[in-house]
């Protein structure tokens, strides 16, 4: 099983970019997917999930109107859509599953512990 994340790079303070996690001998449209992210010198933390049908999603605060999860089945590929970055978001940004349906979410919180499949991380730099 392997998830892998694309889509990293350098942007400006107010501009967007586009992460993809795709799974090899995983089909994602069976599992939950989340996006964790970790800063420099900071725990790893939970962004966004998405069910396995696309019908339920989490967002943190802090990125709520700005992230938006979707998945594409056919293609086997989760979207991260990240608008009005600024330079909190810097971080690098893991896909990653439970193995289950739904997304681990607890008090509001996506739980990292209940990750069993993790893909390599893609960095995301927001500065001018």
């Known amino acids: 099983v392997q998830l892998q994340a694309f889509g990293g790079g350098l942007v400006q303070p107010g501009g967007s970019l586009r992460l993809s996690c795709t799974g090899f001998e995983f089909n994602l449209g069976d599992y939950a997917i989340g996006w964790f992210r970790q800063a420099p010198g900071k725990e790893r933390e939970g962004v966004v999930c998405?069910?396995?049908?696309?019908?339920?999603?989490y967002y943190k605060d802090s990125v709520k109107g700005r992230f938006a999860i979707s998945k594409d089945n056919a293609l086997n590929t989760v979207y991260l859509q990240m608008n009005s970055l600024t330079s909190e978001d810097t971080a690098v940004y893991y896909c990653?599953?439970?193995?289950?349906?739904?997304?681990?979410?607890?008090?509001?919180?996506?739980?990292?512990?209940?990750?069993?499949?993790w893909g390599k991380g893609t960095q995301v730099t927001v500065s001018s």
């Open positions: 998405i069910n396995y049908s696309g019908n339920s999603k």
């Open positions: 990653a599953s439970p193995g289950v349906m739904g997304c681990p979410v607890i008090a509001g919180v996506l739980i990292y512990d209940a990750m069993e499949h």
